[in-house]
Structure formats: C-alpha cells, structure tokens
C-alpha cells in the first residue's frame, strides 16, 4: 500500500487560511470516509485533529475543517495561529483492516 | 486522563529482537483495539499494525513490511499492549507510538513513543 500524497510544505500569514491536500486513490480515500487528519508539532506525538473525513474531536477548534471529493481529501486551517505551525498527517483506512499515512505537510505560519 | 506510556526501546544489533511495551490508564483498555505506529527519523509516520480485543479474539493485522517478523499481544489484566519485533533491520529504526483507537476508524490517543535503534 502506499503512502497518500501531500505537499511537502505550506504556508500562511496569520489571521488568513491554507488549505493542505491528501490524495489517494479509489481503493483508499476514494473508497472510504474514513480519512483522518493528525498535527504533530517538534518532538511530540502526533494528535488527531479530524476522523471520518469531517468531524472533529472534543477540545479541536473550528478553524480546523475538512473535507473529501473523489480521491482527493483536503484540511483546512481558518485564522492561522503560531500554535498552528506543525506537520500534518492525513490517514486513510484501506481495507483488510489496515490503515495508510501520508507523507506529511509541514504548516508555516509566516 | 487518557495515557499510553511506551517502554523498551533502545539499541538492537540487527537480527535480534525486541519486545515494547505500552501501558494505559484513564479508560476501558480491555474493550479498546490498540494500534502501533512508526515515525523514522524525520519523516512520516507508518502504519504498523493493529490488535482488536477479547471479544473478537485479539485479532491482529500488521503491515507487509513487518508482516512476520512482529507480533503484537496485549494482558488485559495489566492494561499493557505489547510489540515483539524480532529479525530486527536497519529499516526498522524508528520512535515507536502505541495509540488507542477511537472506534470511529482513526487514532484518538497517543503515547509518547520509544526509540529503537538497529544499526547498518
């Protein structure tokens, strides 16, 4: 199985929005609404920021959102802040019980 | 509170073997499926693999690229989730997170992760 495709890097000023895609194929995201979407900051475990494909988790806030068209799932993040300022990770279940990451997006807020 | 505290990693000459530990509180961890997850060095995560509870017979699935060679098993009494990697390669150095499902198809809660280190 292999990885879902992210861009490497994006960024964006405070106060404004970015956007980060994660594309799969018809036998993952395509297949699925179960993508999740994963911050990590520098030398911390990864923290789930979204699962099945939209909703968010108690204690995430709503300038975080998601959504999925095809194969291609995207985060976006509304209001940046210098907290936001992370890597990113989308996973996507791929049948057979099994799960796929991304690469990872590294988020910069300029 | 949620914790996942993952323990034993460290320095294994390729071939050998390891064991991780994991340990929870603050929830069910008997009805919980625990999963593993490797992050190499400054790189993406991967999928390791995955163990269901009593009630579907502590069912595992692993990755193809450890399909194997590791073997998760989990004491409910202990509330402790276990990795034993053996035939250990370069390529499987990594930190090493245990993590709770959220029964919702994706990874609610994180431990801190374990470095392990087999050198080329």
């Known amino acids: 199985q292999s990885a879902l495709t992210q861009p490497p890097s994006a960024s964006g000023s405070p106060g404004l929005s970015v956007t980060i895609s994660c594309t799969g194929t018809?036998?993952?995201?395509?297949?699925?609404?179960?993508v999740s979407w994963y911050q990590q900051h520098p030398g911390k475990a990864p923290k789930l920021m979204i699962y099945?494909?939209?909703k968010r988790p108690s204690g995430v806030p709503d300038r975080f959102s998601a959504s999925k068209s095809g194969n291609t799932a995207s985060l976006t993040v509304s209001g940046l802040q210098a907290e936001d300022e992370a890597n990113y990770y989308c996973?996507?279940?791929?049948?057979?019980?099994?799960?796929?990451f991304g690469a990872g997006t590294k988020l910069t807020v300029l | 509170e949620v914790q996942l505290v993952e323990s034993g990693g460290g320095l294994v000459q390729p071939g050998g073997s390891l064991k991780l530990s994991c340990a929870a509180s603050?929830?069910?961890?008997?009805?919980?499926?625990i999963h593993w997850v490797r992050q190499k060095s400054g790189r993406g995560l991967e999928w390791v693999g995955r163990?269901?509870?009593?009630?579907?017979?502590?069912?595992?699935v692993y990755a193809a690229s450890v399909n194997g060679r590791f073997a998760m098993s989990r004491d409910d009494s202990k509330n402790t989730a276990y990795l034993q990697m053996n035939s250990l390669k370069a390529e499987d150095t990594a930190v090493y997170y245990c993590?709770?499902?959220?029964?919702?198809?994706?990874?609610?809660?994180w431990g801190q992760g374990t470095l392990v280190t087999v050198p080329s």
């Open positions: 996973s996507s279940y791929v049948g057979s019980d099994t799960w796929v």
């Open positions: 018809n036998s993952d995201v395509g297949a699925y609404n179960y």
């Open positions: 163990i269901m509870d009593k009630g579907h017979s502590y069912a595992t």
């Open positions: 603050g929830f069910t961890f008997s009805g919980s499926y």
């Open positions: 099945e494909v939209t």
């Open positions: 993590t709770r499902d959220n029964g919702r198809w994706a990874l609610g809660h």
